[in-house]
């Protein structure tokens, strides 16, 4: 019974720590531990676009997307957002094609316009090499590609040369290559005396320079027919990032604040109000059980939120639904245990009721085969639909999947101790105390001491 | 004992819910949102009270976009729904509507088709996964039971559980839209794995009951019917079933009056899906065991 009421007085102490944990982090404007809020209840835009790899070598994908995650990434912070998130994603359907999504979250934007016109401009940049392609008798311009693309682009700049224009300075490009891009160049020019380079932007051919003599030292100029606003434009957006591999808008989404900050008030109401009426609810019936029960789920709710905190888990509308689902095992569990203990109190089918101690430590005995079952099948399917699900549905089976691990500790250790720390051990013969302690751990709202 | 006895009459009962359902599924259909056909909506709220929807369809029109569904939502604000928009196309709505009065936008989403093709794809491949692995998992975990009826039936049972308990609120569903415009979100996904979990819970519970039963008559050698162990199973858990769905309906109640407008729906769902499910665990899991019981005895 003592090492029982260390225990308890322990996890209250741990309790309230985490309880104090969740408030002061969520008090604390510049705590790092405040909730992550998902886009639906912040407000903002998330855009979901689609890389097109069909270009990219096999090899070279994986290079390619984490070279377009840091190019968005640029223009992101370009476009001055508190907190972006850049992330890519390999979506494989089940007829095996996989395909490349870029996901931009952008909180506190709600203008998609804006937004999309800002990371989609940039231009895709590419070398090609000029080659003459015979179709039936007439001869027409091809053009090959050679593998050097914006990828390689170390740096971009503007100046002047000496142009075809007598007296005005023509705008030129000017493009630094990096070491790799670099290799890459001179090796096309020493292999390809004589023949014309093509310098595409956006699919189109913007220059055509014919190579003179093998160029070390990777840099480039492109001169093409550019006014001075034209060029200046150019080099901006090639330093902003050119996009090593195109992407697709597929879809977008915006919540603007007003709904969002409504959906987490309208959120937090019910959440305090349901677990009231559940709490209420609970002590009503189940007396003694039902009052550690509700200070149970109130350790559970702590102990839940925090690792929300820490992890973090950016909580979504649809993380919040798998948080109340959980809350409603965790209601559960203690339920069966509680039943169970009920039973054994009263006496199973003839024989004689045991003493109130005891029959708290059938309850948790008895129940457990059901509680861990029906436990560790959510859990099976919380793993399956966090793997195979969607955004939206991996953010429910996340918080679900914490939520059962914590029902499980709570249930079967939080209310047990508790349970056991007041319970006393009264002997088998002794009357005294004995109806009291036999109402109280009784249910229902008649009188059951018979 | 009452519902051993009367089982021939729940399983009518059964029978009837499980029709109308699918007849209001079957009529009325479930109207599938944007996240499975791909297509924009558009949320946009009036300060002033929200002009007749007539002319904010009039309004549209000068977008040619083909078939646009307006409606109300919630006092002051209307949505939109079109195929999917560019971002041309949904700034000259925005322009348009906002033409007599000031529209503000609330939300807006737009999914490409192929991307909603392939939620719907990877939602119903995960519900298939999930019931595979529970049925799997109870043929396990009741592996030491395997007489009357053997430990797969029990995994069976529930896999035909599971899925009358999905058509029903699904049914619901179909009936609600068809009356108030709502549509299949992934929310609503969200709702059915939700439910899928609480309902093996919930029967789980009362087969391990089963399961404690078979297993002390062994021990003890008491002979007892399959019948009356199965009704002695559900009387004893009859109480714990009730009181866990109402204290998950009274939290759902809180979130359909209190809760955000997003997750009404879901609330609702969960509901009666938590309403019919336990009704369904208490009155026809066990029944259901009985005639495969008979059945292997034949055998």
């Known amino acids: ?450 | 004992m009452f519902i051993i006895n009367h089982r021939g009459f729940f399983f009518w009962l059964t029978g009837l819910l499980l029709a109308a359902a699918i007849g209001a599924i079957l009529v009325w259909g479930l109207p599938l949102g944007i996240d499975f056909t791909g297509g924009s909506l558009m949320q946009v709220s009036y300060q002033n009270g929200v002009p007749p929807l007539a002319t904010i369809e009039k309004q549209i029109a000068v977008v040619p976009l083909g078939s646009v569904s307006v409606r109300a939502s919630g006092t002051n604000a209307v949505s939109i729904r079109t195929r999917t928009l560019t971002e041309t196309e949904h700034a000259a709505i925005l322009a348009a509507i906002s033409a007599d009065a000031p529209a503000t936008e609330l939300s807006y989403t737009s999914v490409g088709p192929a991307l909603g093709s392939q939620f719907a794809n990877k939602a119903l491949w995960a519900i298939f996964a999930v019931i595979l692995v529970i049925v799997l998992y109870i043929a396990f975990a009741f592996r030491k039971v395997s007489r009357p009826v053997p430990s797969w039936g029990y995994g069976l049972t529930v896999v035909a559980m599971l899925a009358i308990d999905l058509i029903v609120p699904a049914g619901f569903f179909a009936a609600y839209a068809h009356f108030t415009g709502a549509e299949v979100d992934s929310l609503f996904i969200v709702a059915l794995l939700a439910l899928l979990g609480y309902v093996v819970n919930d029967i789980i519970v009362i087969f391990d009951r089963i399961r404690e039963h078979l297993a002390r008559n062994e021990k003890t050698g008491l002979r007892e019917s399959f019948e009356d162990t199965i009704g002695k199973s559900i009387s004893e858990t009859m109480t714990r079933s009730i009181n866990t769905a109402l204290t998950v309906a009274l939290a759902l109640l809180a979130l359909i009056y209190f809760g955000a407008e997003a997750t009404r729906n879901f609330a609702l769902v969960m509901l009666v899906g938590v309403v019919a499910g336990t009704f369904s665990s208490i009155t026809r899991s066990a029944p259901l065991l009985i005639p495969l019981a008979n059945w292997f005895a034949k055998k």
């Open chain 1, 1 to 450: 019974m003592a090492r029982y009421r260390v225990s308890a007085v322990f996890a209250l102490i741990v309790g309230l720590l985490l309880a104090y944990f969740v408030w002061s982090t969520q008090a604390d404007p510049t705590s790092s531990y405040r909730f992550k809020l998902g886009l639906d209840l912040a407000g903002g835009t998330e855009l979901v676009y689609k890389a097109d790899m069909s270009q990219t070598p096999s090899g070279e994908q994986s290079e390619a997307l984490a070279a377009l995650q840091g190019v968005i990434e640029r223009r992101v912070n370009l476009f001055g957002v508190a907190e972006p998130l850049v992330q890519t994603e390999e979506a494989s359907s089940l007829s095996g094609i996989t395909e490349d999504r870029l996901i931009v979250d952008l909180p506190g934007v709600t203008d998609i316009n804006a937004a999309v016109a800002a990371l989609g401009e940039t231009p895709t940049l590419e070398f090609r090499l000029v080659t003459p392609v015979t179709v039936g008798t007439t001869t027409q311009t091809g053009y090959m590609s050679t593998g050097l693309t914006g990828r390689y682009l170390a740096s971009a700049s503007l100046q002047f040369g000496s142009g075809a224009t007598a007296g005005l300075a023509a705008p030129q490009v000017l493009l630094n290559f990096n070491s790799d891009g670099a290799k890459l160049f001179e090796k096309i020019t020493s292999e390809n005396v004589g023949q014309t380079l093509a310098i595409f932007l956006d699919g189109q051919p913007i220059s055509t320079p014919t190579i003179q003599e093998a160029i070390p030292g990777g840099q480039a100029t492109i001169t093409g027919q550019f006014t001075a606003t034209e060029a200046r434009d150019l080099v901006r957006n090639l330093n902003f990032g050119a996009l090593p591999v195109p992407i697709e808008l597929q879809s977008s989404s915006a919540v603007g604040p007003t709904l969002g900050a409504a959906a987490i008030s309208a959120g937090v109401t019910a959440g305090i109000i349901g677990f009231a009426i559940v709490a209420l609810f609970m002590i009503a019936w189940y007396r003694l059980p039902g009052v550690i029960a509700a200070v149970a789920l109130v350790e559970y709710l702590a102990f839940m939120l925090a690792v929300i905190k820490v992890i973090p888990v950016t909580l979504t509308a649809s993380g919040i639904a798998g948080l109340i689902i959980s809350v409603g095992m965790a209601v559960d569990a203690n339920v069966l245990i509680f039943e169970r203990t009920k039973e054994e109190l009263r006496g199973l089918s003839g024989q004689e009721g045991k003493t109130p101690r005891e029959a708290v430590h059938i309850g948790f005995e008895r129940a457990w085969p059901a509680i861990r079952d029906g436990h560790l099948t959510m859990l099976i399917s919380g793993v399956i639909l966090f793997w195979l699900g969607t955004s939206i549905v991996q953010g429910f089976a996340l918080v679900f999947v914490l939520g059962v691990l914590a029902s499980f500790i709570s249930a079967v250790s939080l209310s047990r101790v508790f349970l056991l720390a007041i319970v006393p051990d009264l002997p088998a013969q002794a009357e005294e105390g004995r109806g009291a302690w036999k109402f109280l751990l009784s249910s229902g709202f008649r009188s059951p001491v018979n």
